[in-house]
């Protein structure tokens, strides 16, 4: 099992930065390949970023360029820095890891991002 407890959503003015935090337990961190997914009502959760533990990393389109995907392996932790926000990007963010040795994906509770003037 994983846990995974996210940190750092909130509200923010359109071009404007947040760093969201995931801090991982409960399984060998370097097994884990990290991500951040996000979701607004009634439609898919879809991929944001994910990072392998050796930091290769993969972004979607919509964000390359503003979005940053780190992990810091010592503290079992990922972070995703997010700048030049605009409204398309609220949503409720959620922190994944996956597993390639048990093929099993788990989920944190979700944290909300909103971009509003």
Known sequence: ???LVESGGGLVQP?????????????????????WYRQVPGKQRDLVADIT???RTNYADSVKG??????DNAKNTVYLQMN??????TAVYYCSAYSALTLARYWGQGIQV???S
């Open 1 to 3: 099992q994983v846990q």
């Open 15 to 35: 071009g404007g930065s947040l760093r969201l935090s995931c801090a991982a337990s409960g399984r060998i961190f370097s097994s884990l390949v990290m991500g």
């Open 53 to 55: 533990y050796g930091g």
């Open 66 to 71: 503003r979005f940053s995907i780190t992990r």
């Open 84 to 89: 030049n926000l605009n409204p398309e990007d």
């Open 114 to 116: 909103t971009v509003s």
